[in-house]
């Protein structure tokens, strides 16, 4: 049971937009910034986002982050067949859970 | 190039113990918190282990607190974990990270390296 609740799953055509959220509590979201990590099938996780809403050089601006009290959102537009992947969300938890806790991972599949 | 790259992953024993390195390159090691991230098969991530730059603040989740040791070797650019008393749980592959700005995410991963628990 992870910390961080996202959906298990997402979908979209090509082109479309997609959302996936990520809950958690005072702790975590609620008092840090969170993370978003793009695992594609068979290698390690990459940053994808961080401190809410920045990218790292080299991710497309099609990847965009939000936060909100608690919980936080990873958007993705103009999606293409290599978004294809697992998604997680991190922050860092100032309780008994961390320091640093996970999403369950969102896997997208592009349709 | 900034490289992160793990070893001493294989199977074991339940009760065993296995030594897990990780070599870097490429950054300035001794300026950065390290971690080690775990992921089960099938399964999301879970942290493990935090280590501070010069080594003298140690973090661990509680599933391998008094069975796992992290420690670095600044060095040699290289970072350990020490895991004793293995469990069937500890199943994983084992991921090395880099810290980026204090509580910001973890922006280089290595390949990770997989232990594997089993009678």
């Known amino acids: 049971q992870s910390v961080l609740t996202q959906p298990p799953s997402a979908s979209g055509t090509p082109g479309q937009s997609v959302t996936i959220s990520c809950s958690g509590s005072?702790?975590?979201?609620?008092?840090?910034?969170v993370s978003w990590y793009q695992q594609l099938p068979g290698t390690a996780p990459k940053l994808l986002i961080y401190?809410?809403?920045q990218r790292p050089s080299g991710v497309p601006d099609r990847f965009s982050g939000s936060k909100s009290g608690t919980s936080a959102s990873l958007a993705i537009s103009g999606l293409q067949s290599e978004d294809e992947a697992e998604y997680f969300c991190?922050?860092?938890?100032?309780?008994?859970?961390?320091?640093?806790?996970f999403g369950g991972g969102t896997k997208l599949t592009v349709l | 190039e900034v490289q992160l790259v793990e070893s001493g992953g294989g199977l074991v024993k339940p009760g065993g113990s296995l030594r897990l390195s990780c070599a870097a390159s490429g950054f300035t090691f001794k300026s950065y918190t390290m971690n080690w991230v775990r992921q089960a098969p099938g399964k999301g991530l879970e942290w493990v282990s935090s280590i501070s730059s010069t080594g003298s603040y140690i973090n661990y989740a509680a599933s391998v607190k008094g069975r796992f040791t992290i420690s670095r070797d600044n060095a040699k650019d290289s970072l350990f974990l020490e895991m004793n008393s293995l469990i069937f749980d500890d199943t994983a592959v084992y991921y090395c990270t880099k810290l980026f700005g204090s509580r910001l995410g973890m922006d280089v991963w290595g390949q990770g390296t997989t232990v594997s628990v089993s009678s």
């Open positions: 401190a809410n809403h």
């Open positions: 005072t702790s975590n979201i609620g008092s840090n910034t």
């Open positions: 991190a922050a860092w938890d100032d309780g008994l859970n961390g320091p640093w806790v």
